[in-house]
């Protein structure tokens, strides 16, 4: 299990490829720490992953096999990113990517 935040999603007849800035993962297998990056990896599957779902900047956990390299280019330099052939996605919901994991309280009550 690996995971992090998107940095581009790209999709073609054949493969969705998405680009990932690859971030440590909680117990829960949620991305953590937006700001320790682990390197970068691409996912990539013959299903069609919308562009339009899958946006920058949305935090994801993926399951998968490494299957190779690619080498594609950042800022004018040669990056080998690592090949993840995706098995199973998660795309964490937006809310659960901003709000606090910290909660207390004394006595009973709800939370929103």
């Known amino acids: 299990m690996i ?3 998107i940095i581009e999603a790209q999709t073609s007849p054949s493969l969705s490829e998405i680009f990932v800035l690859q971030l440590a993962l ?5 991305p953590v720490n ?16 919308d562009p339009a779902i ?3 900047d949305m935090l994801l ?18 990056y080998s990113y690592p090949l993840i052939e995706l098995i199973e996605i998660k795309l964490w919901p937006k809310e659960m990517q901003t709000r606090p994991m910290i909660h207390f309280g004394i006595g009973v009550g709800t939370s929103f």
């Open 61 to 78: 956990t993926v399951v998968g096999t490494l299957k190779g390299s690619k080498v594609e280019s950042i800022g004018g330099l040669e």
């Open 26 to 30: 909680d117990t829960g297998g949620r």
């Open 3 to 5: 995971g992090g935040r």
């Open 34 to 49: 937006p700001d320790q990056s682990e390197g970068r990896f691409i996912v990539q599957t013959k299903q069609f992953l």
């Open 54 to 56: 899958y946006q920058k």
